[in-house]
T-cell receptor, first 113, second 114 residues
C-alpha cells in the first residue's frame, strides 16, 4: 500500500530531446507528489511537486502530468540539457504534519551533448 | 542562512564499532527526518523527530539504531555494532512545521563499514 514504483531505472537522451520518467503509487490517500533531483554526492533537492486536484503542472522545462484514476504521475523534461544529468526520484505522501514521503527507486538520467 | 548541515560527510567504521551521524537543521526548523539510501536504491524513511521527542520511528531497524534530537544541539543518528549492510548514505531533512512539503535535505553522510 505504501509502494511507489518508478521507471525506467536509467535513461539516455540526446541534448534537446524530451526525458520522460514514470511513477505509479498504490495508496489512494496520498495527496502530495514531489519530484527530487539528486546530483552525485549531494542531497535530494525538490524540483517540482503536484497535488491531485490538478492534472498537470509546469515550471520552466519541467512538467508533471498526473492521472488520478490510474494512480500514475510522470515527469517530462523538455529540451533536455547535459546539466540535467542526475538521478531523479519521484515520491508520494500526505500533505499533513508529521507525514513521511515514500520514494521511488530513482532514474539515472544522462543527457548526451 | 545555512542549509541543513550534516557531518561527517564520509565515515568509515570497522564492523562492530559505533557510528554517530549528526544533523543540524536549518535555522528556525524544529522538525527533523532521517532517511537511508542504499546503493542504487531510493530513500527509505527511518525516523521523524521534533525537539526532545521521537514522533515516528516506524522505519528504524529494531536493534542497534537509535535517534535523538535534544533541546540544544544537533540531531544524532546512532548505529551500534555496525555491520557491512549498514553501509549507505544517510540523509537528514528539516522543516519548520513538520511537513515534508517544506522540508530541505542535507548533503548526507556516507557510511562505509569495512
Amino acid at each position: 500500500q505504501q509502494q511507489v514504483k518508478q521507471s525506467p531505472q536509467s535513461l539516455i537522451v540526446q541534448k534537446g530531446g524530451i526525458s520522460i520518467i514514470n511513477c505509479a503509487y498504490e495508496n489512494t490517500a496520498f495527496d502530495y507528489f514531489p519530484w527530487y533531483q539528486q546530483f552525485p554526492g549531494k542531497g535530494p533537492a525538490l524540483l517540482i511537486a503536484i497535488r491531485p486536484d490538478v492534472s498537470e503542472k509546469k515550471e520552466g522545462r519541467f512538467t508533471i502530468s498526473f492521472n488520478k484514476s490510474a494512480k500514475q504521475f510522470s515527469l517530462h523534461i523538455m529540451d533536455s540539457q547535459p546539466g540535467d544529468s542526475a538521478t531523479y526520484f519521484c515520491a508520494a505522501g500526505l500533505e499533513t504534519s508529521g507525514s513521511r514521503l515514500t520514494f521511488g527507486e530513482g532514474t539515472q538520467l544522462t543527457v548526451n551533448p | 542562512n545555512a542549509g541543513v548541515m550534516q557531518n561527517p560527510r564520509h565515515l568509515v567504521r570497522r564492523r562492530g564499532q559505533e557510528a554517530r551521524l549528526r544533523c543540524s537543521p536549518m535555522k528556525g526548523h524544529s522538525h527533523v527526518y532521517w532517511y537511508r539510501q542504499l546503493p542504487e536504491e531510493g530513500l527509505k524513511f527511518m525516523v521523524y523527530l521534533q525537539k526532545e521527542n521521537i514522533i515516528d520511528e516506524s522505519g528504524m531497524p529494531k536493534e542497534r539504531f537509535s535517534a535523538e534530537f535534544p533541546k540544544e544541539g544537533p540531531s544524532i543518528l546512532r548505529i551500534q555494532q555496525v555491520v557491512r549492510g549498514d553501509s549507505a548514505a544517510y540523509f537528514c531533512a528539516s522543516s519548520r512545521q513538520g511537513m515534508m512539503t517544506e522540508a530541505f535535505f542535507g548533503q548526507g553522510t556516507r557510511l562505509t563499514v569495512v
